[in-house]
């Protein structure tokens, strides 16, 4: 079992810079990832990060804007959110995979991954 806790969620506006976190507990786990879900939509994938090389990839609408990054010694990851659109208003989460990723394929997919935070909210006004 992992444990994921994330916080860091809030209210800002166009523009501005959120930072969230997860912080995992529990088994090893090979990747861990954001998603979000927007009121009526799929949950997407945001950013991902494999955890012993670092080696990470990102969703074409948060490239450039979104930067993720982990501190090993606490279990934890953050996304550090800038220049925010309204767009990115979302539940977002933080979830692992503890199987196998040396590909990227299912890094990119919700189905890739195991355990789930609870989610954060995130709102971008205009």
């Known amino acids: 079992q992992v444990q994921l806790v994330e916080s860091g969620g809030g209210l800002v506006q166009a523009g501005g810079s959120l930072r969230v976190s997860c912080a995992a507990s529990?088994?090893?786990?090979?990747?861990m990832g954001w998603f979000r879900q927007a009121p009526g939509k799929e949950r997407e994938f945001v950013a991902t990060?494999?955890?012993?090389?670092?080696?990470?990839e990102y969703a074409d609408s948060v490239k450039g804007r979104f930067t993720i990054s982990r501190d090993n010694a606490k279990n934890t990851v953050y996304l550090q959110m800038n220049s925010l659109k309204p767009d990115d208003t979302a539940v977002y989460y933080c979830?692992?995979?503890?199987?196998?990723?040396?590909?990227?394929?299912?890094?990119?997919?919700?189905?890739?991954?195991?355990?789930w935070g609870q989610g954060t909210q995130v709102t971008v006004s205009s």
């Open positions: 990060i494999i955890w012993k090389i670092g080696a990470i």
């Open positions: 529990g088994r090893t786990f090979n990747a």
């Open positions: 979830a692992v995979r503890t199987g196998d990723s040396s590909t990227w394929s299912p890094l990119l997919t919700r189905n890739g991954y195991d355990y």
